[in-house]
């Protein structure tokens, strides 16, 4: 795993007016989980997607180490995007360049509890099962980071704490380079080394604030809650962004 | 369900049996050379089937059936999946497309013989004219409503076209492929009917001209009958079992 620095001098859609990124910088440490907390549309799937390389048209460059190139990624998106017509193991199996090992296959399997599922065709799964499969998939790939869209939204609140236990429990084991997007504050608090707050179109970076709170304390629903209020009490400009 | 299934076997041979009644009573009726009946047909079709000439007609015919059509489907996917997915490409051939929809069949026919020869493979060239654009506009109008989000999913898991082609396109294409299979054999196998007629000296077209001439009705129904009987086979045998494997992923 290297660092990785993403410079977007400015990203235009090409029917639009003015930017929706613009001067924006960012370097995550190799094995640091960075959570995004923005408004909706303010560009954060926009800039999953250049990182991803699924987007090219922009002003700007990515390293990764000290190479001009797209990281290797493993991208869990909002909607889980199973092939529905490839079971849970067939589409986990087709990310892999055949010979990876299955074994790790099996224990990631097991870690997200999707063992007894996975000859299912995805059409019978819960959205939260479907969403721990696109998990799986993502860490198989052994990326140079990973990048989450959301990928908790519209479950309801058990499955969605639940799916994130699953998550912590699978990244603690297979530490990767995480860059995850949300709106929810908690969330973000829960998983995060590092916040980074950004602005509404033209995005940019707000600021940037280390999570002390330990990852044993992660589940302490009161620890969390504290610390965002004492968040919005010292800043004030995140406040209006909540 | 079991009762079911029976209720549609009963109904379905009831059908068929109103259907033999139907024709029997009006060939009784009407006395006539014209409309024999069900079990004259039946005579000359065992007949013909003993003679050997049914079956070398019919596997004529089914051989130019198997040859053209795999050739306009494998084009015809490949070009509708091109114009599908690019824009410039699609625009420039709108227009041929077009053309070679409404050209009719006959004037195809006529035009492959006169320019290539009463030949085998003029023969097939015609049909196959006939078809591709079906097919083209089909796969293409398959390929325009493909999931654009996993065409990015592969692209993020860095899959080669290949990998993309079967795991992620064709899958989505199938119902089209399955819609262009159908209405191609029924399509395929009336112009090669006409193809025959016009410029072969075999196959069912060639001797339904050489019963047509002789007023012989009888044979002309007993080699239909051959005909819808073969094409119902494809359709339970080959295609139907396609459909229920492809659709398995299905709830």
Known sequence: MTDIQININSKTYPTATKPSIANFQLSLKSGEFVCLVGPSGCGKTTLLNIVSGLDNDYDGDILVGQQHTHPKIGYIFQNPRLLPWRTVRENIELVLDGNQASDSMDSMLDVMQLTQSQHVYPERLSLGMSRRVSIIRAFAVDPDVLLMDEPFVSLDAPTARQVRDLLLKLWQQRPHTVLFVTHDLREAIALADRLIFLSAAPMQVISEITVPIARSERHNERAIESFRQKLIHDHPKIKQLL | ?251
């Open chain 2, 1 to 251: 369900m079991n009762n079911l299934i029976i209720l549609k076997n009963f109904l379905s041979t009831l059908s068929l049996l109103a259907f033999l009644a139907i024709w029997q009573g009006l060939a009784v009726y009407l006395n006539s050379n014209t409309l024999p009946t069900p079990e004259t047909v039946a005579k000359v079709f065992w007949e013909g089937c003993v003679s050997g000439q049914l079956p070398f007609h019919l596997g004529v015919t089914l051989l130019r059936l198997v040859a053209s059509f795999s050739i306009a489907m494998l084009l015809g996917c490949a070009i509708g999946i091109v114009l599908g997915r690019n824009k410039k490409l699609d625009a420039f051939f709108d227009n041929w497309l077009v053309i070679f929809l409404n050209v009719p069949a006959l004037v195809t026919i006529i035009l492959c013989y006169v320019w290539f020869g009463l030949v085998e493979s003029a023969a097939i060239l015609a049909v196959v004219i006939n078809k591709l654009p079906n097919v083209i506009v089909t796969i293409r109008e398959g390929t325009r409503t493909l999931d654009q989000d996993l065409l990015d999913m592969a692209r993020c898991y860095r899959f080669s076209k290949r990998k993309t082609l079967i795991h992620v396109i064709w899958p989505q294409l199938h119902p089209f492929v399955m819609g262009a299979t159908r209405s191609g054999l029924a399509l395929i196998w009336k112009i090669i009917l006409v193809v025959e007629l016009l410029g072969r000296s075999n196959g069912m077209g060639y001797q339904l001209h050489m019963f047509f001439q002789l007023f012989d009705v009888a044979s002309i129904l007993a080699y239909t009958i051959a005909f819808v009987s073969v094409i119902q086979l494809i359709e339970f045998t080959i295609l139907k079992p396609l459909d229920k494997k492809s659709q398995r992923w299905r709830r």
